[in-house]
């Protein structure tokens, strides 16, 4: 009996599967948006008072002379040229990574430097240009969304600046004087860098920014579709899988089984 019934409720089951689907994307979506409004909750500010929203005009003329157009741009270029370059460079230094070609760690096998650079260039040729290609979409990607981010955050600042300084202050900073105003600004930037608006102004583009990472496995993808696949153990010839195998001291089953998980987690991964 029972058999007849799971047999009955399959396709009825099957039928509900698009139903469901639906419901659990719903349900996704809600709960997403839940933890938004909490966030922005969590980061809400005070209305500004009169006197502050008379101040605003002059605060944005500040802050449009501290953050013209492109400046979060900029931020991004230093940040990969100054900070993350010597990163960076070391990375390319210590070559490829052989959990992505043959799904074994260099720190599990008795290599040196130059067989994990050969071992790589028999299962991808180029990873040195995939390797660059990455490093150079993670640097325009950050940019584009730190781009989008930028009039959120000049509205929080020229908020901030407005509560922060009085008149007299926001006109000597437009002119950009020694003075004591001055001094009192370059007091008060470290403060303000972590203001409540600021962070309030940034909330509010979290869905744009989430909405982007989704997209950009995808756009990875798409900047690495004319590079040839990486190879595969059984593509690859039996004298590129003696080399192999006399390289990374591997017995041939372990080989093939690394470079099959290699191979998977490739397809599925994404750094976004």
């Given at each position: 009996?029972?058999?007849?019934?799971?047999?009955?409720?399959?396709?009825?089951?099957?039928?509900?599967?698009?139903?469901?689907?639906?419901?659990?994307?719903?349900?996704?979506?809600?709960?997403?948006?839940?933890?938004m409004a909490?966030?922005?909750?969590?980061?809400?500010?005070?209305?500004?008072t009169t006197?502050?929203?008379?101040?605003?005009?002059?605060?944005?003329?500040?802050?449009?002379?501290?953050?013209?157009?492109?400046?979060?741009?900029?931020?991004?270029?230093?940040?990969?040229?100054?900070?993350?370059?010597?990163?960076?460079?070391?990375?390319?230094?210590?070559?490829p990574d052989?959990?992505?070609?043959?799904?074994?760690?260099?720190?599990?096998?008795?290599?040196?430097?130059?067989?994990?650079?050969?071992?790589?260039?028999?299962?991808?040729?180029?990873?040195?240009?995939?390797?660059?290609?990455?490093?150079?979409?993670?640097?325009?990607?950050?940019?584009?969304?730190?781009?989008?981010?930028?009039?959120?955050?000049?509205?929080?600042?020229?908020?901030?600046?407005?509560?922060?300084?009085?008149?007299?202050?926001?006109?000597?900073?437009?002119?950009?004087?020694?003075?004591?105003?001055?001094?009192?600004?370059?007091?008060?930037?470290?403060?303000?860098?972590?203001?409540?608006?600021?962070?309030?102004?940034?909330?509010?583009?979290?869905?744009?920014?989430?909405?982007?990472?989704?997209?950009?496995?995808?756009?990875?993808?798409?900047?690495?579709?004319?590079?040839?696949?990486?190879?595969?153990?059984?593509?690859?010839?039996?004298?590129?899988?003696?080399?192999?195998?006399?390289?990374?001291?591997?017995?041939?089953?372990?080989?093939?089984?690394?470079?099959?998980?290699?191979?998977?987690?490739?397809?599925?991964?994404?750094?976004?």
């Amino acid at each position: 009996m029972k058999n007849w019934i799971l047999a009955l409720g399959a396709p009825l089951a099957l039928s509900a599967q698009p139903v469901l689907a639906q419901d659990a994307d719903a349900d996704k979506a809600a709960e997403e948006a839940e933890v938004m409004a909490a966030l922005t909750e969590a980061f809400a500010v005070e209305p500004l008072t009169t006197e502050e929203e008379a101040r605003l005009p002059m605060a944005r003329q500040v802050v449009d002379k501290m953050m013209p157009e492109g400046s979060m741009q900029k931020v991004i270029d230093s940040t990969f040229g100054g900070m993350l370059g010597p990163f960076m460079d070391l990375a390319a230094q210590a070559g490829p990574d052989l959990t992505e070609t043959i799904g074994w760690d260099k720190s599990e096998l008795e290599v040196t430097d130059e067989q994990v650079k050969e071992i790589a260039g028999i299962v991808d040729p180029n990873w040195e240009e995939r390797q660059r290609r990455e490093m150079a979409f993670l640097q325009e990607a950050m940019g584009e969304v730190m781009a989008a981010m930028e009039p959120a955050m000049r509205k929080g600042m020229s908020e901030a600046y407005a509560v922060a300084f009085t008149t007299t202050e926001l006109a000597d900073l437009d002119a950009f004087f020694s003075t004591p105003s001055g001094a009192s600004f370059a007091t008060k930037s470290f403060e303000l860098a972590n203001d409540p608006r600021i962070m309030s102004a940034a909330m509010t583009s979290m869905p744009m920014m989430m909405e982007q990472f989704a997209e950009m496995g995808e756009k990875m993808k798409a900047a690495m579709d004319d590079l040839p696949e990486r190879k595969t153990f059984e593509t690859l010839t039996a004298e590129k899988k003696a080399r192999l195998l006399e390289l990374s001291g591997l017995s041939e089953a372990d080989l093939k089984l690394g470079m099959e998980v290699a191979a998977e987690t490739a397809e599925s991964d994404s750094p976004f």
